[in-house]
């Protein structure tokens, strides 16, 4: 059976982990947008090409991110990688295989590093908005 990726709760990952509201996605996204076409987008399991693009520049990510991230995927490699005599090995003192750890320690550099891009980013966004807010 093959796996499909939802882009559409792709979006709203991406969305949720950036901190950013559907009413906010929806303003950023422009004409006539609103909460209720984010909330059904975001059940779409395929977006077109042209609004996934638009919705990556919204977001301020890569569109190949929303296009492949696949969480079920992820939680594969990740407890393969514990299955791999990493930390089930019963009865006995355990034996730590380094490159599981290595990998792990990696993925979790990385992860941070998108965090902080994403709160800088966020930072920008809620700039932006302060500003449109004053203009009024």
Do not use: C
Request: avoid cysteine.
């Amino acid at each position: 059976m093959e796996h499909k990726i939802h882009q559409g709760r792709n979006v709203k990952r991406f969305r949720e982990m950036l901190g950013i509201k559907q009413e906010a996605l929806a303003f950023d996204i422009g004409g006539d947008w609103n909460q209720k076409k984010v909330s059904l987008l975001e059940q779409k399991e395929v977006i077109e090409d042209a609004l996934l693009q638009q919705i990556a520049e919204v977001l301020k990510i890569p569109v190949e991110a929303i296009q492949n991230f696949d969480e079920e995927q992820a939680v594969n490699i990740i407890s393969n990688t514990f299955d791999n005599g990493a930390f089930l090995n019963m009865g006995h003192t355990p034996t730590f295989n380094i490159n599981p750890i290595e990998e792990i320690k990696k993925l979790h550099e990385e992860k941070m590093e998108l965090y902080e891009r994403m709160l800088k980013e966020k930072d920008e966004m809620m700039t932006r908005l302060e500003k449109l807010i004053d203009k009024k």
